[in-house]
């Protein structure tokens, strides 16, 4: 496919007339807005930027595109980590970000109805009224629609789920602009195909989501926040799947180098003791029922060589603790400037994590590169943060190396190249090499529903 870099005037004039004029740009700066994420990969700059606020625009504009063969991008909050919302064939960028009604929040129900571009903290502030909480976290204050395209998790996935396990009914808008219905409100259904999750997780490389019910959950009535510490990496990640294996259900359990907590500590003032270590939360009905928790957590985590256990951790601090960790990476950026930073996202099983925390670590070690290891460690989720200069052609591809051997054995112990930022354009080249056959088939799916490849192209597939 061409790469479309400026529209003609016929298509700006028809592009304008289906929204309002201040929902239409090809103004420079606001291409160049939408040129990237967080991630080192930069697209192509998109001809320009539209701004619906309704399904039926949506319709209409992609109705219109499939028609003049234009490629189109959705864009929520651009906070993504492999370059997926980045334009790469130029083209129209659907910014996603005004169609930010919370359309009903149904608390007998458990249950509220968003359009994509409402963002998760004022999703979490409105249904906190309610006692309610919609609870994958990613961290980045995302919008609904991005998290709903990547399948966003996060601290608390482990006991909570991802954002798939919380969306029961969409509205999608296919190319070429037909609007259709998946899913339903009800708790259960065995009706059919399950064409919600295949919009889960899709990238928008299928369509664009324009509403979306979703599930929510009681705020828990109290909440423990425990910090352990150990001699190594190694017997921390042992004791992850003790705690795991002990059925006490965490809400959150986080594995941290000592590197990293030493930015933290310089960055944030926390004071915390620089080993390895793991930063874990329970929720629970009563703090006596907490307690326990705590003393049996104490137990094992003594038994697997923890060196030190804090819990009791005041209110404030408990914040502050959980702040740092979610800005780890920016933490970690701050310490490299001008540097670029390469994800490692692979997702193994529990009994595996301390194999591939160790052989992540010594990888980084014998490379020499700024990598920094942790993640969340309760899912299995391992990320390495490497920092450095893409320019820098022997680091760079260094640094690749390093990502392609942790995905390929990921991948051989039975684990994803990507627990939960999704493929994009960086994690393309590991699709084959992980879904086999599976991949022709989700091919075949993509050209079912996009014969024309212009829904979000370049993404998930080579
Ligand atoms: C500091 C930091 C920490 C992070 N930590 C985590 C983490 O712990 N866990 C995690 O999962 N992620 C994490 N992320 C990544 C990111 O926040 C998530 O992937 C998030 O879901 C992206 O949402 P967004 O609104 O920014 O979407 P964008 O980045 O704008 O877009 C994401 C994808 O969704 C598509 N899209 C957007 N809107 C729609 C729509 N309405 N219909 C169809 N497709 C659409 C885009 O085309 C793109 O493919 C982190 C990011 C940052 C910056």
Redesign the pocket.
Known sequence: MMTMKEFSLFQISSLSEMVEPDRFSTGQSNRELHLH??SPHYGSLPAGIIWPVTTEEVAGILSWTYQNDVPV?????????EG??VPTQGGLVMD?IR?NKILAIRPRDLQADVQ??V?RKELNRQTGRHGLFFP?????D??????????????QTIKYG??RDYVMKLT?VLPGGKVIHTGCKAHKSSSGYDLTRL?VG????L????EATLKLTGIPSHHLAVTITFKNLDSASEAVAVLIGSGLEPAALELLPPVLINLMNREKNLNLSEEPSLFCEFHGVTRKALQGTADLARELCEECGATGFKSGIEEKDRRELWRAR?????TIHRAHPKMETLIVDVAVPISRYPEMIVYSQNLVDEFHVAGYVFG?AGDGNLHVVIAGDPDDKKEWARIENINHLIVEKAVEIGGTCTG???I?IGKRKFMQLEHGDSYHLMRDIKDLIDPKGLM?PG?IFL
């Open positions: 994420d967080i991008t959705p864009w929520g909050a651009g906070t993504s980590t997926n919302p996603m169609m994509p571009g963002l994958p976290d990613p961290g980045a995302a919008s609904i629609g991005g998290m709903i395209a990547n399948n966003a998790s996060g601290v991802a954002t999608v919009f899709s990238e928008g490389t369509g664009i989501a324009t979610h800005e780890a990476w920016e969340h939960e930022h999704g994009g979000n993404k």
